[in-house]
């Protein structure tokens, strides 16, 4: 019982980090005029967009030529809100849960503290989906940040004396 219990636990453990190490930081850019590109938009001006595509060349793409952008996160933001949300739930059914510790030994089938037990599962499922949500949120949040152009402050040429 209890390698099985072990057994479990590692193969939770494996597809967790295989799920939050397996999201792409890559967007998918498909473009009017030739191939779709998939790279990291490191910034962008009003005419281009420049890219870090996945073989590490440095590439500019007109604004214009750009058909779609699918940016990077977006799976995940959708994964972790979801096992979050699980965890938020469980938390919310503790306190109604039958509180079963005041029962004597001797009234019927053992009976666990289900209020604690549905908190722990709670907060499990918060440790496991807020990384994940919080994670993807500033993949997502990067890409899209790199992609809105910021007018330049142009720096004066001479402080004047206070």
Request: proline share 7%.
């Amino acid at each position: 019982m209890l390698a099985a219990r072990r057994i479990r636990q590692a193969v939770a453990s494996v597809l967790l980090v295989a799920l939050v190490e397996g999201c792409s930081t890559s967007a998918a850019i498909e473009r009017r005029s030739g191939p779709t590109m998939v790279g990291r938009i490191d910034y962008s001006d009003a005419n281009r967009l420049y890219v870090t595509g996945d073989d590490d060349g440095r590439y500019s793409i007109e604004r214009s030529d750009v058909a779609n952008i699918d940016h990077p996160g977006k799976i995940g933001m959708v994964v972790g809100a979801i096992i979050s949300g699980v965890g938020v739930g469980f938390l919310l059914l503790a306190p109604l849960a039958h509180d079963c510790s005041s029962r004597e030994p001797t009234q019927g089938p053992d009976c666990w503290n289900l209020r604690a037990i549905s908190a722990a599962i709670g907060i499990g499922y918060l440790l496991a989906g807020l990384p994940i949500l919080i994670g993807n949120l500033a993949v997502h949040a990067r890409s899209t940040s790199a992609l809105t152009t910021r007018p330049i402050q142009p720096f004066p040429a001479r402080l004047s004396p206070p």
